[in-house]
């Protein structure tokens, strides 16, 4: 049963394309879409589902084997522990989706080190298995329960984080069609990976009681042949903007750079304020001008439309680039909110100067982060 639980059961000619693909993924990510933190921890997400995909490779753990003290039971540890940083990737992707601030480093770090807790956890409930050489499940006591439990409910637990944020795409009224329906994708998604999870814990407890029937023969022996090509599938859908920054920077000329100082901000204004955004994505544009084109168009127009949430400081002219990120970062919280706008204001001259949205748009990644701690 170890062997069978530790073990991937895709044949090489199938696994091994795949696992090439997220790695490719992830150093073009590294490389070219590495600005916002929202791409740093989808990146990040990639990393770990990877981890766990070759530690189940035979090949990975032949080689690990022989060169190190690790047992197959260890290795399977291991596999465990980065699927569940997966889950705490998840987790920071949903705070930095639906957060207008930036997220305080010290959420990741509390983050991840409830998981490493929990690991550690693992590794003792799950000692006396791994020093007889057999799968946590073999043990039929409350160790497999509590080991099951905490291993299966980090995905679930994530997954309610990306539940409700869905919820709040089709509660808000401006969100283009294509969102809702990517919203929907990943319910269905998530609801598939919820009910893997779940039914994991509810064998390990029938496990622990010494329950045995057709449900715990399925779920004990059931090998996660879907989480690779899933997880490859989602490297190619978010490997897309690796192309538009290649095609960008390749262009090497002022519009081309104008665009890379641009697409941060254009970026968080459009998840933030989707209806200021015509759907139909500057990387479809033929040419880098036109791409600048519009991009600074729906900045110019998220920003007027935040105006009358700044206070008559915040609209001054002489406010520093910094400063004016912080005061469109409140903005958009008091818009987000629900508070009632300022009488319509004039647009102030900084607005329409194409070289203060440069300036405003290299400050951005300096702006205000969350006030609480996750």
């Not at 000619?13 to 693909?21: G, N, Q, R, T």
């Not at 940083?85 to 959420?107: H, M």
């Not at 919820?167 to 990976?193: C, Q, Y």
């Not at 933030?272 to 880098?288: D, K, V, Y």
Request: glycine share 2%.
């Amino acid at each position: 049963m170890l062997e069978l639980e530790a073990t991937s059961s895709l044949p090489p000619w199938a696994s091994d394309p795949m696992l090439a693909i997220l790695a490719v993924v992830i150093v073009g990510r590294l490389v070219f879409v590495r600005e916002r933190q929202l791409d740093q921890q989808i990146t990040w997400l990639l990393f770990w589902w990877l981890g766990a995909a070759v530690l189940r490779e035979p090949w990975m753990q032949g080689l690990l084997m022989d060169a190190t003290p690790l047992t197959l039971s260890d290795l399977r540890l291991l596999t465990h522990a980065a699927a569940m940083c997966g889950a705490g990737a998840i987790f920071l992707i949903v705070r930095a989706f639906s957060n207008v601030r930036r997220v305080r480093r010290r959420a990741f770090v509390l983050v991840y080190s409830i998981i490493a807790v929990e690991v550690a956890l693992l590794a003792w409930i799950s000692a006396p298995a791994r020093s007889a050489g057999i799968a946590i499940e073999e043990l039929h006591d409350w160790r497999t329960a509590a080991y099951m439990l905490i291993y299966s409910s980090q995905m679930p637990l994530a997954l309610a984080a990306v539940a409700a944020a869905c919820i709040r795409v089709f509660r808000h009224g401006d969100e283009a069609r294509s969102t809702r329906i990517w919203a929907v994708l990943i319910l269905l998604v998530g609801a598939v990976s919820a009910f893997d999870h779940l039914t994991r814990i509810v064998n390990g407890i029938m496990l622990a009681l010494n329950q045995h029937n057709a449900f715990t023969v399925w779920r004990s022996e059931s090998n996660d042949v879907l989480f690779l090509p899933a997880a490859t599938a989602l490297a190619i859908v978010v490997s897309w903007p690796i192309f538009t920054a290649i095609r960008t920077r390749r262009a090497n000329d002022p519009s081309s750079a104008a665009v890379v100082a641009l697409t941060p901000m254009w970026k968080d204004l459009s998840t933030a304020m989707p209806a200021i955004s015509l759907q139909a994505t500057t990387s479809t544009l033929p040419s880098s001008v036109e791409r600048e084109h519009r991009m600074r168009i729906e900045c110019e127009d998220a920003l007027y439309e935040l105006l009358p949430y700044m206070s008559a400081d915040d609209r001054a002219e002489d406010v520093d680039p910094a400063s004016r990120c912080a005061a469109i970062t409140d903005a958009l919280e008091r818009r987000r909110s629900d508070r009632q706008p300022s009488s319509p204001v004039s647009a102030p001259r900084w607005l329409a100067d194409e070289d203060e949205l440069l300036r405003i748009a290299d400050a951005w990644s300096t702006r205000p982060a969350t006030a609480g701690l996750v």
